[in-house]
Each structure stands twice: as structure tokens, then as C-alpha cells.
């Protein structure tokens, strides 16, 4: 089993930065990717930030120049810097983590941007 842990969201004035961090503990060899996903209400969830097992990432249009996701391996924990934060990024954000043909989710972080 795998079990991921995320935290880091909060209220936050547009403009502003926010740190997610997600540590993945269990059965977590063999890794082929973590990334972040978001879900607005009434919105598809859909996808943030990836990176894969040799480092590459991709991120969304909307957050390109603005969102980071890096790793720390030793840790076995995924972040996204989020910066320049504006209201369209208000969502609860989920961490995954993909290994093989399984997927698994983190309970969600609710990250809001309001004046």
C-alpha cells in the first residue's frame, strides 16, 4: 500500500506564494512519477504538475512561470511552489503518485486565493 501525505494550503491574498508538500511512505519503489492535481468546485480535476522517475516534469498552460514541482527522493516527498498566486488557482489540490498500472491519491489540501 502507499499512503501520501500532503499539506501546506491556506488562505492566501492573490500575489502571494504557498508551498504544498506531499510525502509518499509504503510500498513506494519504483516510482514512475508524482505530481499534483487540483479540483475547483464544480470544476474536472485536472492536472498541475508532474515530475517522472528521470526528473522531467510537465506543468499546466496556467501555471507555467508561476508553479515549481520539485522533489527531494531522500525524503520521498513532491512539493509545488506556487507563486504569484491569483483566485483561478482556489482548489483543493491532490498529490498522486504513479507506479505501473496503479495510481494513488492524497486526501487533498484546500488552497484559497481571495483578497
Known amino acids: 500500500q502507499v499512503q501520501l501525505v500532503e499539506s501546506g494550503g491556506g488562505l492566501v491574498q492573490p500575489g502571494g506564494s504557498l508551498r504544498l508538500s506531499c510525502e509518499a511512505s509504503?510500498?513506494?519503489?519504483?516510482?514512475?512519477?508524482m505530481g499534483w492535481y487540483r479540483q475547483a468546485p464544480g470544476k474536472q480535476r485536472e492536472l498541475v504538475a508532474v515530475?517522472?522517475?528521470?526528473?522531467?516534469?510537465t506543468s499546466a498552460d496556467s501555471v507555467k512561470g508561476r508553479f515549481t514541482i520539485s522533489r527531494d527522493n531522500a525524503k520521498n516527498t513532491v512539493y509545488l511552489q506556487m507563486n504569484s498566486l491569483k483566485p483561478e488557482d482556489t482548489g483543493t489540490y491532490y498529490c498522486?503518485?504513479?507506479?505501473?498500472?496503479?495510481?494513488?491519491w492524497g486526501q487533498g489540501t484546500q488552497v484559497t486565493v481571495s483578497p
Open positions: 509504503g510500498s513506494i519503489s519504483s516510482i514512475d512519477a
Open positions: 498522486n503518485l504513479r507506479r505501473g498500472a496503479r495510481s494513488y
Open positions: 515530475i517522472r522517475r528521470g526528473g522531467s516534469t
